[in-house]
């Protein structure tokens, strides 16, 4: 069942005295992945109301890992451009395509964008798919 307001659910586990400080931590850590970071306040408040300052490192360091914990407005999330598979034949238990697949499909073809993929080579124009580049 999915959690409607996770800020009520999360206050009492954070506000009971029988849980340790590590498991008040892990307790932030899944409210901000599961909404993908947190303003800069709230972090402040749920830190000194729960009172772990000293530890608060172990959550804001998650951003050298690339995790949004505090999340910006100001940009939406790139979306990766899904191919149509309506017409495809799909078994009885995997009806979900995953995005990797369209993107392993796309690197194939040589379709990926240079400026969201830089790192993958492009394929010289003589290549004939007879050898590895």
């Given at each position: 069942?999915?959690?409607?307001?996770?800020?009520?659910?999360?206050?009492?586990?954070?506000?009971?005295?029988?849980?340790?400080?590590?498991?008040?931590?892990?307790?932030?850590?899944?409210?901000?992945?599961?909404?993908?970071?947190?303003?800069?306040?709230?972090?402040?408040?749920?830190?000194?109301?729960?009172?772990?300052?000293?530890?608060?490192?172990?959550?804001?360091?998650?951003?050298?890992?690339?995790?949004?914990?505090?999340?910006?407005?100001?940009?939406?999330q790139h979306k990766y451009p899904r191919r149509n598979r309506s017409s495809e034949e799909t078994f009885q238990l995997s009806r979900w395509t995953p995005v990797i697949k369209d993107v392993m499909e796309d690197a194939i073809?040589?379709?990926?964008?240079?400026?969201?993929?830089?790192?993958?080579?492009?394929?010289?124009?003589?290549?004939?798919?007879?050898?590895?580049?």
């Amino acid at each position: 069942q999915k959690v409607k307001d996770s800020m009520r659910v999360l206050l009492p586990v954070l506000l009971n005295k029988s849980h340790d400080s590590y498991d008040k931590i892990r307790a932030i850590l899944l409210y901000i992945f599961s909404t993908n970071g947190t303003t800069q306040e709230n972090l402040d408040k749920l830190i000194q109301n729960v009172q772990i300052e000293s530890d608060s490192d172990m959550i804001r360091n998650w951003k050298y890992l690339d995790v949004p914990v505090i999340s910006s407005f100001v940009a939406p999330q790139h979306k990766y451009p899904r191919r149509n598979r309506s017409s495809e034949e799909t078994f009885q238990l995997s009806r979900w395509t995953p995005v990797i697949k369209d993107v392993m499909e796309d690197a194939i073809e040589n379709k990926l964008d240079s400026k969201d993929w830089p790192y993958c080579s492009r394929c010289p124009p003589t290549w004939n798919g007879s050898g590895a580049v």
